[in-house]
């Protein structure tokens, strides 16, 4: 099929939002499934169909989402009610907005990479991941699941952290 | 000017420590947190504020609150629309909260002349808009289109929150001029409800004459 000339294609515009917390694993389909469920859940299938939202790439903690011109505050506005990706609690916060892919991609930042740690809070075990800028992102693992907490280097003292098996904290 | 997420909840209710949602709320362009059950303190140049929210629909658990407040900020849940009159003209008390909870005429044009006289708050969870789905959040934003109607017209003023129990749930001032838009808040407006907290505090602290 011959492709249509560029005057008759739809004007697209890329938005770059930031996936909190970096860690997440989610391939672009599962980024595509939520992101679609929160735009026709906030405005419909219409509209839905009218932003044409769909996502492009993913490229570290960022991802890049095309949408049709003049629909990308909708996409944004859409993209802050994106709660989870698998079932598992996320956030994505639209950075910036362009015509091309190229100039988002010169605002992706790159990562700060944590290590993981072990800790001991209240004599049982937590595994974690300790960020070099002093954040901790501790998993709790019991029989119901896992659950993450969110702290940082100074709340250790008041969780009682007694012991720990790595370096950093 | 102050930028305030009024009545978050760390760890415990939350996932989250009062300390990292200061720096997030730091990244996320805020500048004054309230916090549930937090005393007051100031984490990476974020003020933390004490607050607590009073679910009892009844005048002796307002007026016990009230009593023992301190610096505390005091939100109470609204209920019925006596209920709401008279908290509103309790001093002390700066929220009115959980308004889309309430029956439609829980808060009337009398109460909004109330709430305008007595600089008293009315707290809108932007929260609601993220976590509901469906026709619970149409509800919401039909709530909060009427209270923004009744707010433009007897000048109220309004508070803002993420009722974040997370991180994750927190969301940059940007976001929610967004958020606010969907019922029709205007980007001032937003702006001007984010600044409520401090003339909230100064017009509770301000001494009161009986003759």
């Known amino acids: ?169 | 000017m102050t930028v305030t997420d009024v009545f978050i909840h760390p760890h415990p209710r939350g996932d989250s420590t009062i300390r990292r949602m200061a720096r997030t709320a730091r990244e996320c362009g805020f500048d004054t947190l309230v916090a549930i059950d937090q005393p007051p303190a100031e984490y990476n140049g974020v003020s933390i504020l004490k607050g607590i929210i009073v679910s009892e629909r009844t005048m002796k658990a307002v007026n016990a609150a009230v009593r023992k407040r301190g610096d505390t900020i005091v939100g109470v849940t609204a209920g019925e629309n006596s209920f709401n009159r008279s908290v509103i003209q309790t001093p002390g008390v700066a929220l009115l909260t959980g308004i889309c909870s309430t029956r439609r005429n829980a808060f009337d044009h009398v109460t909004a002349r109330f709430a305008a006289e007595k600089k008293v708050a009315v707290h809108l969870d932007i929260g609601m808009l993220i976590t509901c789905r469906g026709h619970t959040r149409q509800k919401v934003l039909t709530r909060y289109r009427e209270l923004l109607t009744l707010q433009r017209k007897y000048e109220f003023p309004f508070a803002l929150g993420s009722g974040a129990y997370s991180i994750l749930d927190q969301r940059s001032v940007r976001e929610m001029v967004q958020l606010c838009g969907l019922f029709g808040m205007e980007r001032d407006e937003t702006l001007a409800a984010l600044a409520t907290i401090p003339d909230l505090r100064l017009e509770s602290s301000s001494p009161r004459v009986v003759s």
């Open chain 1, 1 to 169: 099929m011959k492709p249509l000339p560029p005057t008759l294609r739809e004007n697209r515009r890329y938005v770059l939002a930031r996936i909190r917390p970096s860690t997440i694993v989610a391939d672009e389909r599962d980024w595509h499934i939520a992101i679609s469920e929160a735009v026709s859940s906030l405005y419909g299938d219409i509209t839905a169909a009218e932003i044409h939202a769909g996502t492009i790439r993913q490229e570290g903690a960022y991802l890049i989402i095309r949408c049709k011109r003049g629909w990308e505050d909708k996409l944004s506005t859409a993209l802050t009610t994106v709660r989870a990706v698998h079932q598992t609690p996320v956030h994505l916060q639209a950075i910036s907005t362009s015509g091309t892919i190229k100039a988002l991609k010169k605002k992706i930042r790159p990562v700060i990479t944590g290590d993981e740690v072990t800790c001991v809070i209240n004599g049982s075990d937590h595994s974690g991941i300790y960020y070099a800028d002093g954040n901790i992102d501790l998993i709790r693992r019991d029989m119901k699941g896992q659950e993450v907490v969110f702290l940082t280097k100074d709340d250790m003292e008041s969780f009682h952290a007694t012991t720990t098996k790595s370096d950093g904290i």
